[in-house]
């Protein structure tokens, strides 16, 4: 109270603070003089000298006297409730005051701070806890009223890849900071007004306000060079990449877009991006092509089952001898709605999921089956049988392989495992102990589409492999590309030089099979020996070219190059 005739007096009272509670005080409370006084500090009413500052924040307030309660908060100090006496009246507030005045502080304050928890309840429900962004819920609530307000909008996913490897090898933490960081680039990119969520992993989204399509592929470009930086992690530098899908409000047929539907399409445009192509737009047809993959990824297993699935052979011919070696097993599938569906389409589908088991044991029964009834007519010829990447990584594999052979009663060396070379070299330690235990069942290992990966000579040394194939790019083009001839002509000399065996596919002619024998090319695969046959036709195609030896012991299958297209088909 200030008091004209002397100096300054207040009359103070109140109870301690928690420690360390002033210490947390919101900055504009602990410099208000008003909170300053000692009531804040004691338990009992007495008179104290107030200082300057006091007498200044009563003048600011117009008041000739104050009576100031803390609002206490849970933690911290949240606050003051101030009863102002602007009369100049010498009454001056009882203790029936205080009381009525510290009532009203505790209602206050739990009301404050149930305000607040709710308020950071509400963030927390929002917001994703590791990089401080919106997380998907908070996403459609940012993004339902500006789409709803905008003629046109975008919204964009991206995704950072290698993500899983990093945490598998490095640890859970150390992905979090590559979230964490690329979090921080997408939002120095895109700036503080942008809604911007992290969905989960290493998925990102945002909502653009954009018209013009290319300043909307300017920044899917400018988003995907901020992620492909390479992050470093401690000592350690880490390469990464991404790729972007967007949708537009102008590709949903609909009044009112919704976040999860466009949030869904741009999920869409992502999963159908490639190496080759990273940045994708949304297009209705690519919807119709992942329902169309869904639906066989659900039929396959019962596919199976029920006979829609078959293998083709194609026979491999020795060079120069022409005489037939074996074949490979070709996966096929009728379906009864769709026809015939084309292996490249349902394969990968497949591989992506948890029936690459079913595929992989099916063909390799198949074949093996076909192979015991080669060796009982006297035949004596291998099979391939083409392995996913995500086999390999199967230590249980070569257990089954070892329970096929013994099965059909098959000796391990007329099987072969045919192994994408991307997929091998991609990550060679990984797939070796399966490789090693196949190799040493005596099981032969060819590594399949040579010369397109990125393959190390050094790796491909230490794998356990018998076999190259050279891929048909280069053997289609040997006839018009001296490029392409050079590359068959130093994998056949490399493929020997580690004592390998090596296959050349797509031989379409006779020039090719010519050039391939002078290059000492150890076997040949193509249409000019003959297309993937069903099991009856190949059967047909194998007695038409089958002879007796001389003691009649034994028959010999050869190839003779074909006279008419018909015996192509």
């Not at 301690?16 to 000692?38: H, I, N, T, Y």
């Not at 009728?334 to 079913?358: C, I, N, Q, S, Y």
Request: with cysteine; proline share 6%; aromatic share 6%.
């Amino acid at each position: 109270r200030t008091d004209p005739q002397g100096p300054m007096r207040t009359l103070v009272a109140g109870e301690p603070l928690p420690p360390g509670m002033r210490r947390d005080d919101p900055r504009v409370l602990r410099e208000d003089a008003m909170l300053q006084l000692p009531g804040a500090q004691v338990r009992y009413f007495r008179i104290v000298d107030a200082g300057e500052e006091v007498s200044e924040a009563l003048t600011r307030r117009d008041a000739q006297e104050a009576l100031v309660v803390p609002l206490r908060g849970a933690s911290q100090l949240l606050g003051a409730v101030e009863v102002h006496d602007r009369l100049s009246r010498w009454r001056g507030f009882g203790k029936a005051d205080i009381q009525l005045l510290r009532t009203l502080a505790n209602h206050l304050s739990t009301a404050v701070d149930n305000r607040r928890l709710l308020a950071r309840l509400r963030h927390d429900a929002y917001h994703d806890p590791l990089t401080g962004l919106l997380n998907r819920p908070g996403f459609r609530e940012a993004a339902t009223e500006p789409l709803r307000e905008a003629d046109t909008a975008v919204v964009v996913r991206i995704d950072l890849d290698v993500l899983s490897t990093v945490s598998d090898a490095l640890g859970q933490a150390w992905g979090n900071r590559m979230v964490v960081a690329a979090g921080r680039r997408l939002r120095d990119e895109l700036g503080p007004e942008v809604p911007l969520a992290r969905l989960e992993g290493g998925a990102f989204a945002a909502l653009l306000l954009e018209r013009q399509a290319e300043r909307v592929l300017e920044i899917a470009e400018r988003l995907r060079a901020a992620l492909s930086v390479p992050y470093p992690v401690d000592r350690l530098t880490v390469e990464a990449g991404a790729v972007v899908g967007w949708v537009t409000t102008a590709d949903c047929d609909v009044e009112e877009p919704d976040p999860d539907a466009l949030l869904q399409r741009a999920d869409v445009a992502v999963r159908a991006t490639s190496d080759n192509e990273p940045l994708r737009q949304y297009a209705p047809s690519m919807g119709q092509i992942f329902l169309r993959r869904f639906q066989l990824v659900t039929q396959f297993r019962s596919a199976v089952e029920g006979g829609q699935i078959s293998v083709h052979y194609q026979p491999k011919v020795a060079l120069p001898s022409r005489q037939v070696v074996g074949a490979e097993a070709l996966v096929r599938w009728k379906h009864p709605e769709f026809g015939r569906v084309d292996p490249d389409e349902f394969v990968p589908a497949v591989e992506a999921t948890g029936l690459v088991d079913v595929l992989t044991d099916f063909v390799m029964d198949t074949a093996l089956a076909r192979v015991r009834r080669w060796i009982d007519r006297g035949l004596r010829m291998s099979i391939a049988v083409n392995l996913s990447v995500r086999t390999l990584a199967d230590e249980e594999f070569p257990d089954r392989v070892a329970a096929a052979l013994k099965r059909h009663d098959v000796p391990p060396e007329l099987l072969t495992f045919e192994l994408t070379e991307s997929g091998v070299m991609a990550d060679p330690e990984r797939a070796l102990p399966v490789l090693r235990r196949l190799h040493a069942m005596g099981v032969v290992l060819a590594v399949d589409d040579f010369g397109t990966g990125y393959s190390s000579l050094a790796y491909l040394r230490q794998l356990p492999v018998d076999e190259v194939k050279i891929d048909k790019s280069f053997v289609l083009g040997m006839g018009t590309d001296l490029g392409d001839m050079a590359v068959v002509r130093s994998i056949v000399e490399l493929g020997h030089s580690l004592g390998l065996t090596v296959v050349a596919e797509g031989v379409e002619d006779d020039a090719a099979r010519d050039q391939l024998v002078g290059m000492g090319c150890d076997v040949a695969q193509g249409y000019l020996i003959s297309r993937p046959l069903s099991e009856d036709r190949f059967e047909a195609w194998l007695r038409a070219r089958t002879s007796q030896t001389d003691n009649g012991s034994r028959r010999l299958v050869f190839f003779s190059c074909p006279t008419h297209p018909s015996e192509l088909a």
